[in-house]
């Protein structure tokens, strides 16, 4: 087209069947020669049919000096489609093409070796960036394979061919997943190079996940690297290496190879041609062999080896980076990484173990029973209140509702802060003889709350919540001396959304549900000092117990149940200001005998958790009957830990009486 006013962009061309003979399949093109123009945001889809021409998304070609900038356009080739000549996401002669892409699924694209497959292209004066080329199946033979290009143009006064000499070619990819491709892969060219330019192509990409490459893989590449000045066009381009692939030619121009996954057993990289090459100027890329996540090796022993590049590696002289080999989230084999003669080799110093982080997982577990530890201590008071003298209507019956939370430090080996908000409603009934009170009822119990591990080095999140009932009763002679109980059960719910990851830094989240019932009986007298002060000796035993859950995450992990067994011995002194307002402290010491989580991490067990332990328990409140024919009686709590556990916790409860 020729002096368009407007800019081709937003177009959709889809083609789903027939034959293109004479021509290509254009999303947008424009070619003016008095004014800038851009091409953007473009699609053409291509799912059958055959197409003998080019396919390009969008193009902007000015014959004058400005910029003709070409931006997020998409080639997408899928299905049956045949297409027989070139593929570029974009196309610009005097500008910047940015962020263009093609991605391949299916169909035929086969150009006999002899064409290119390209994200982006800027022909004279501009830039190729960010541009993208995925191919995930399909079947692939052309020439090149490029991320991004930069090429040339013609002078239109006198027919000369206009080389791009100054832009650069960069942050481009060429990702190739699953797939097998016949061509020279390049994460970004100049063409050609006959001149010594200031051009660069550095700073790409090229990504290899289980694919096999008959032909070379360039991290930058240019048609003549031997003129002076094109030392810099392989500055900084990375390739990444997942799963098993296999490349026949040579591989070269990269400042970087991340080893990013493999199969123990299985190379990451085969290497049947020309192998790892010294690059344009001189120098090895660095191997970076210290994050590896390698499946398949639960029966690894000290001194078992697999090879991580098979062939190349005999001229090799760069820096290889070493470390342990890690599978998921789960296990990881200490050992290093070095070259064996023409290959890369990595060797065991020790039997499989699992990872360290694997130990946030038990300590999550250790969180459920932390919260329904703190559900303990308003079980505790439901009782209480609901007995209390003067809290029962004139027809026995009394409401109790509770709430509360706070924060605490729970040592387990490493040590976890949590962060509880807890909730009762209870209904009981009060009967009083002459030498006797009985007062008994039901409770719907409820607690919520999130933590943080601190594991050494090792940091995670994750959220907990239960949700159950019961019922509890107790009894108490006149003289003061009490015996109460309570039954509970129901299901804890853990949500872990930041405590495991893979060595590549991948999180993992799990969801977890259980079981959890428990039990506690207390004994103790109430002693009255004076009219107005009451002394509550008392000792009290909590049993909980979770339930043992499976999960996924990274690997296969199984948790064992969690037991908490806790005996608490204390004193509270209440001192009645009025009839309306009492106020009251105590203190306590408990010791838990259980708190121990373990489980095992893809059969191998994971380095157990455990809150057993003393803490002392203080506690202060008071509690006040707001008018005189007011039917609530209201409490005030607040109780601090030290010792196991440490922290501070807080409530506001109500006693309804009709």
């Not at 000015?62 to 974009?90: P, Q």
Request: hydrophobic fraction near 35%.
């Amino acid at each position: 087209m020729s002096d368009w006013s407007g800019d081709p962009n937003n177009n959709t061309v889809t083609m789903t069947g027939g034959n293109i003979t004479y021509g290509g399949v254009f999303g947008a093109y424009i070619e003016n020669e008095t004014s800038v123009q851009s091409a953007t945001g473009n699609q053409v889809n291509v799912s059958g049919g055959t197409i003998e021409g080019n396919v390009l998304a969008g193009a902007a070609v000015y014959r004058g000096a400005g910029n003709n900038n070409v931006e997020n356009n998409t080639v997408t080739v899928s299905g049956t489609a045949a297409i027989k000549v070139d593929i570029y996401g974009a196309l610009t002669s005097n500008g910047t093409a940015n962020n263009n892409h093609v991605l391949i699924t299916g169909g035929n694209v086969n150009n006999n070796g002899s064409r290119r497959i390209c994200g982006g292209l800027s022909n004279y004066g501009g830039d190729a960036t960010n541009n993208t080329v995925t191919i995930s199946g399909g079947t692939v033979n052309v020439g090149s394979i490029i991320g991004g290009s930069l090429g040339e143009t013609i002078d239109w006064t006198t027919g000369d061919p206009l080389y791009n000499l100054t832009g650069k070619a960069t942050g481009n990819q060429v990702i190739i997943n699953g797939a097998s491709v016949k061509a020279d892969i390049k994460g970004g060219w100049r063409m050609p190079a006959d001149y010594d330019a200031s051009a660069a192509v550095t700073g790409n990409i090229v990504t290899l996940n289980g694919a096999t490459v008959t032909g070379r893989v360039f991290g930058g590449y240019c048609n003549n690297d031997n003129y002076n000045g094109a030392v810099d066009i392989v500055t900084g381009n990375t390739l990444n290496l997942s799963g098993a692939n296999t490349v026949s030619g040579m591989v070269k121009n990269f400042e970087t190879i991340n080893i990013k996954s493999a199969t123990w057993g299985t190379p990451a990289l085969t290497l049947a041609g020309d192998g790892i090459l010294a690059n344009t100027g001189g120098g090895y890329p660095t191997i970076n062999a210290n994050a590896v996540n390698v499946s398949g090796v639960a029966n690894v022993k000290a001194g078992h080896t697999t090879k991580l590049i098979e062939g190349g590696m005999g001229a090799y002289a760069g820096t290889i980076a070493s470390g342990p080999l890690k599978s998921g989230s789960t296990l990881e084999v200490p050992g290093t990484t070095a070259k064996s003669g023409n290959d890369l080799v990595f060797t065991a110093s020790g039997d499989v173990q699992v990872q360290e982080q694997t130990h946030n997982t038990v300590m999550g577990a250790e969180v459920g029973m932390a919260a329904l530890s703190a559900g303990n201590d308003f079980v505790g008071a439901a009782t209480e209140g609901l007995a209390m003298a003067g809290n029962a209507g004139a027809d026995g019956l009394a409401t109790y509702a509770n709430m509360g939370g706070g924060s605490m430090n729970v040592e387990t080996g490493s040590h976890v802060k949590t962060h509880t908000w807890n909730a009762i409603l209870a209904l009981g009934h009060k009967n009083e003889k002459k030498l006797s009170t009985t007062e008994y009822g039901a409770f719907f119990e409820y607690g919520t709350g999130n933590y943080t591990t601190f594991n050494g080095a090792e940091r995670g999140d994750g959220s907990t919540h239960y949700t159950g009932g019961g019922i509890l009763g107790k009894w108490q002679k006149n003289n003061g001396f009490y015996v109460e109980g309570s039954l509970r059960a129901g299901s804890i719910h853990d949500d872990a959304t930041n405590v495991l990851r893979d060595v590549n830094g991948n999180p993992y989240s799990y969801d977890t549900d259980a079981t959890y019932w428990g039990a506690h009986i207390g004994v103790g007298r109430e002693i009255k000092l004076n009219k107005t002060d009451i002394l509550d000796l008392y000792a009290k035993y909590f049993y909980n117990h979770r339930g043992s859950v499976s999960f996924d995450a990274g690997g296969h992990y199984d948790l064992d149940a969690v037991e908490s067994s806790v005996l608490r011995i204390g004193t509270r002194y209440t001192v009645k200001k009025n009839d309306k307002v009492n106020f009251y402290g105590g203190l306590a010491l408990e010791h838990e005998f259980c708190g121990r989580a373990a489980g095992t991490a893809d059969g191998v067990a994971i380095r157990g958790a455990d809150i057993s332990g003393t803490s002392v328990r203080g506690e202060i409140g008071a509690t006040f009957q707001p008018g005189d024919n007011s039917p609530v009686t209201l409490d005030l709590n607040l109780s601090g830990f030290a010792g196991k556990k440490r922290g501070l916790t807080g409530g506001l409860s109500a006693v309804f009486h009709f």
